[in-house]
């Protein structure tokens, strides 16, 4: 019994998503994936919708030239050269035995991915990939922290602006990573010339992937408190310009226009040298730009997730 590929077509974040939550649920789990009784009826197993968009999965992961890809990516592109599954119109999911020259079915091929899998979940060097990748965060925790710090100890106030920027949802199902790097690399060109960032003195973008937004920017834009006071509408002029630079595609959440809830504990807004507690909360709210829990899958090669300004000492 062979598989058609009937699922809808995902964005390219979502597929890269459900790698990872593929990966992730073959590592914990034991057993095949489906099975087929003598009667020809097919037993599926929990493992088995995580398999429900594997043509797009490989296709994805088939862009060798283009993209770095992440830990789990990496380890199922690993492993589906190793099986040697490909995907045809016409037979759907299938792969090739090199040992018997011949071509195994739907069902066999899934079992033996799902196998391929759990070995290489267990290699040193998909243990040590990911150690890297924490290693990478707590590196880059430090490296924001030291930025704050310069950009903050500049002048005697600083106004801290946060905007998450995204795309529509109209748009996500096309939007491709490449793309969000050209418009953030658009952003931060724009810094040198748009009067919207007159008195700016750092900034600091980081693209993510999630659920429900697909890739999307955290950003915080630093200014000379003593030259910029209207946070809320310099963060409305900052997420304008990127519905420019998109061209209508792109969308924003204003965070300081909520900071209020944030009480005591807010990092943006104005900001004083001195006031130690309110460092502290700055310092919070950037940490939240390099947490890993959003990580990019996949990237072009040579881009850089996190982006931050040459902060310059007082």
């Known amino acids: 019994m062979n598989h058609r590929h009937t699922s ?18 073959v590592e914990r789990s034991e057993g095949p994936v489906q099975s087929v009784a003598a009667s020809g009826t097919v037993k599926r197993t929990k ?3 995580y398999f429900e968009n594997l043509a797009q999965m490989l296709e994805l992961v088939s862009n060798n030239d283009d993209y770095r890809y992440g830990p789990h990516l990496r380890l199922f592109q690993q492993a589906c050269y190793d099986v040697g599954v490909e995907y045809s119109s016409l037979a759907g999911i299938i792969s090739f035995d090199e040992e018997t020259s011949q071509y195994r079915d739907y069902t066999d091929t899934l079992n033996r991915l799902a196998d391929r899998i759990r070995q290489l979940t267990r290699e040193r060097s998909y243990r040590r990939r990911r150690d890297d990748a924490a290693y990478q965060s ?11 710090d310069r950009v903050l100890d500049r002048y005697a106030t600083s106004l801290v602006v946060r905007v998450d920027l995204y795309y529509r949802s109209a748009a996500q199902a096309r939007l491709r990573v490449e793309h969000v790097f050209a418009d953030l690399q658009r952003l931060i060109r724009s810094r040198e010339s748009n009067p919207i960032f007159e008195h700016e003195t750092g900034y600091i973008c980081r693209v993510e992937q999630g659920e429900r937004r697909g890739y999307h920017i955290h950003a915080a834009f630093f200014f000379n408190g003593a030259m910029v006071r209207g946070d809320i509408y310099k963060a409305q002029q900052i997420g304008a310009l990127w519905e420019q630079i ?6 924003y959440h204003n965070c300081n226009q909520d900071k209020a809830q944030y009480g005591d504990e807010c990092g943006i807004g104005m900001i004083h040298r001195r006031d130690e507690l309110a460092r502290d909360n700055v310092h919070y709210a950037m940490n939240y730009l390099v947490k890993r829990f959003q990580w990019l899958g996949l990237r072009p090669k040579g881009a850089k997730c996190l982006r931050k300004g040459q902060a310059v000492r007082r």
């Open 8 to 25: 809808k077509t995902l964005s390219q974040s979502a597929i890269a998503l459900q790698i990872e939550d593929l990966v992730c649920a």
């Open 47 to 49: 493992l088995a919708r």
């Open 138 to 148: 707590r590196q880059q925790s430090r490296e924001v922290a030291e930025y704050v």
């Open 246 to 251: 998109t061209r209508g595609k792109g969308s």
